[in-house]
């Protein structure tokens, strides 16, 4: 075929290829009419003598053979290759190149059924990519369905799934992490609701919630009480959400549970540990003060604080031992009790020997002076502790609500006072609180007078003692504290003055400069490049109302045009006591972008409900529990429970009154963030403090970790 498409023009093979086949029929049957013509001209040829029609016949006979053979020619040339053309694309089919197609060069009916064979070869190729496309995305939704059913099966968390039934829910799958849980097997849960997991204990209030959010198709977070297929109880923190459908029909509910039981046991330890005596099982000042704080919420007019003291008892201790001694302390808690029960008394322990009761009454010490007869009665009996028998001394300090002070801290403070004084005349007495106790009246007279003018006389100055990073060891910020230098008394501490100044009101003018001087001064540093450094000033409970204390807050910003992010407002917790208007304070506060701490955390006001409420940024812990945690392990426990508490509420802890190696290893084991106390530096004076910060270097801290990393600490 290669050499007869030599001898034929191309150009002849595309021309008769480009006629349909009734041209080619045309044209072919007049070259099958040229051997008829063939014969005819040599029948001439012979039987004609005409020379010149002889050479015609001969030429024209040559001519239709050489016509006769490139047609036929032509014709098998476009014929074959049209047939080679099918065959490649056929063979490549088979190969499954699907992409394959014929080129048909004829313009006749076999360019046509190429054409019908291009299309179905298109339509074919589409079907394929459709095809793979929807075996692709098959495979990849079943291998996502497998990772997700190999991801859920391997959770420890319980997984379920339920779908809709009358007046309820039925399960129709459950992972393993749920038999985990539950102790039910697959086979013994498909097909029930949540009932079985039920028990005596389960509130029947946490039920009707789950029910209600089923039939309301509502999702639902809860913890409650179920029980395990062994019949122990787990608590369960169950989340049941429901599920729809692009259509926005609803599917079935799918359900997640954990058993928090651990995490509610140490919630529980965390909270005895915060609110109760080991020892004699009584409450601790903290909830002796949340306590009060509901009685008066309740509509509690009186109350008095007996701070209450066994006399001598570090001698008991010493002579017959410790053992002996926690005896006596718990029985003597039991007598108290006991004693003061009928009055709707609250008894707590404060320390060693020490207990405060609280006693609701009608505003007639005749109630309470029989009271603590009963009280010194009870005690007066004597003790029998094995082979031991003895008496013990008691001295009783009194102080009333309202009378004496409207804040508990101050009464609880008063109390003790008192039960000093009783001490200090003898043992054996009862004694009320009064003023000259704290101070006398001279003295009072004197300092109020003289500090009404202490401002004008610019006697009052501001130091300020430096905060420190635990992680990083660098200075975070400063606490501003005031400082009385008067010209003949000399330095007066604010333990004096502070109470007098709340005391006279005058407070609100020595509250006003304090924070109007140290923002002042803070925005002096920052424009003298100590930039990153908050301000902490302390603000007084009687200052923390918002008539007063947000126009004071605008007005020490407009005029010192200090960033509020560099200012923190420290609050005592009895500056929370009305937690309503104290929220809608803080929240004010929080939109200006100032942070609040929390001062001496754990000596007043202490409740979690309000750590959990209020926008509060920081905590900080009080001197009080740093200074035994070297020594004490209930102490360390204790404050670990706080910051851990803290931590899990998205709060900043500081404590203050840091001053040894050993307390900031421990706080920072612990998670404290940061630390504050002699053990950094003493309270200073603007240029000291400036200078402390110019020579301060964190590698006092940092090294001292690397040392106990290598142990040489």
Not at 122 to 128: L, T
Not at 288 to 307: C, D, P, R, T, W
Not at 550 to 564: A, S
Not at 577 to 604: M, N, P, R, W, Y
């Amino acid at each position: 075929m290669n050499k007869l498409r030599r001898m034929i023009p191309r150009f002849l093979i595309e021309k008769i290829s480009s006629y349909s086949y009734p041209k080619k029929f045309f044209f072919g049957s007049l070259v099958i009419v040229a051997p008829i013509l063939i014969t005819t001209s040599v029948a001439f040829f012979y039987f004609s003598n005409n020379q010149m029609l002889q050479w015609f016949l001969i030429l024209f006979s040559l001519g239709l053979l050489l016509v006769l053979y490139l047609f036929f020619g032509a014709v098998y040339i476009s014929v074959m290759e049209t047939i080679y053309e099918f065959q490649s694309a056929v063979q490549k089919w088979k190969r499954h190149n699907f992409k394959a197609r014929v080129n048909i060069k004829t313009k006749d009916e076999l360019n046509e059924i190429g054409i019908a064979f291009n299309e179905v070869a298109s339509a074919f190729e589409e079907e394929i990519e459709e095809h793979k496309l929807v075996r692709y995305v098959s495979e990849q939704a079943l291998r996502k369905n497998n990772q997700l059913v190999t991801a859920i099966n391997s959770l420890d968390l319980g997984v379920f799934i339920s779908e809709e039934v009358h007046q309820g829910i039925k399960m129709i799958y459950v992972n393993p992490g749920f038999e985990k849980t539950t102790g039910y097997s697959e086979e013994e849960v498909l097909g029930c609701d949540l009932s079985f997991l039920y028990g005596k204990k389960t509130s029947p209030t946490a039920r009707r919630k789950l029910e209600e959010a089923i039939e309301y198709k509502r999702p639902i977070s809860i913890e409650i009480l179920n029980y395990h297929k062994s019949g122990r109880q787990f608590w369960n923190h169950l989340s049941i959400t429901p599920v729809y459908n692009q259509n926005k029909e609803f599917v079935n509910y799918i359900g997640i549970m954990t058993d928090v039981t651990k995490q509610k046991l140490a919630d529980q330890k965390i909270y005895e540990l915060a609110y109760f005596d080991s020892l004699t099982k009584l409450s601790n000042l903290n909830f002796l003060k949340e306590y009060v704080n509901q009685q008066l919420n309740a509509g509690v007019q009186h109350y008095a604080i007996l701070y209450i003291d066994i006399d001598r008892f570090k001698n008991l201790n010493s002579q017959l031992g410790h053992d002996i001694g926690d005896i006596v302390l718990q029985q003597y808690a039991v007598r108290i009790k006991e004693t003061i029960k009928t009055s709707n008394g609250f008894l707590a322990r404060a320390t060693k020997d020490e207990f405060v009761a609280y006693i609701p009454y009608s505003g007639k010490k005749k109630f309470l002076n029989k009271l603590t007869d009963k009280i010194m009665s009870s005690i007066n009996t004597s003790f029998q502790i094995e082979q031991y028998e003895f008496f013990l001394l008691t001295s009783i300090g009194i102080s009333l609500y309202p009378d004496d002070h409207l804040q508990f801290e101050q009464l609880l403070q008063f109390a003790e006072t008192a039960m000093n004084e009783a001490k200090s005349n003898g043992y054996k007495k009862v004694v009320y609180y009064e003023r000259y106790m704290s101070q006398s009246y001279n003295e009072i007279h004197v300092l109020e007078n003289e500090l009404k003018f202490a401002i004008s006389r610019n006697e009052l100055q501001l130091v300020y003692q430096p905060k420190v990073s635990i992680t990083t060891g660098e200075i975070v910020g400063a606490e501003a504290l005031v400082r009385w230098e008067h010209p003949t008394m000399g330095t007066i501490s604010p333990i004096k003055f502070i109470p007098t100044a709340e005391t006279t009101g005058l407070i609100y003018s020595l509250g006003s400069w304090v924070l109007e001087e140290s923002c002042k001064k803070r925005q002096e540093w920052v424009e003298r490049g100590f930039v990153d450094l908050k301000i902490s000033v302390n603000i007084s409970a009687l200052q923390f109302k918002e008539e007063y204390f947000i126009p004071i807050i605008d007005q020490v910003l407009n005029e010192t045009r200090l960033d509020p992010s560099n200012l923190e407002i420290e609050l005592t917790e009895s500056a929370l006591h009305d937690e309503q208007q104290a929220k809608k304070l803080l929240k004010i506060l929080e939109g200006k972008k100032i942070t609040v701490s929390i001062d001496d955390f754990g000596t007043g006001y202490s409740s979690l409900s309000y750590l959990q409420s209020l926008p509060i940024d920081t905590l900080k812990i009080d001197r009080s529990f740093i200074k035994d945690i070297e020594t004490n392990d209930k102490s360390y426990k204790l404050l670990e429970s706080i910051v851990s508490m803290a931590h899990s509420l998205n709060l900043n802890v500081i404590a203050e009154g840091v001053e040894t190696k050993l307390q900031l290893l421990m706080l920072k084991e612990m998670g404290c963030n940061e630390i504050q106390g002699y053990f950094l530096s003493k309270p200073l004076y603007e240029a000291e403090l400036l200078h402390f910060i110019k020579t301060y270097k964190r590698d006092k801290i940092l090294d001292l970790y690397s040392k106990v990393g290598k142990g040489s600490v």
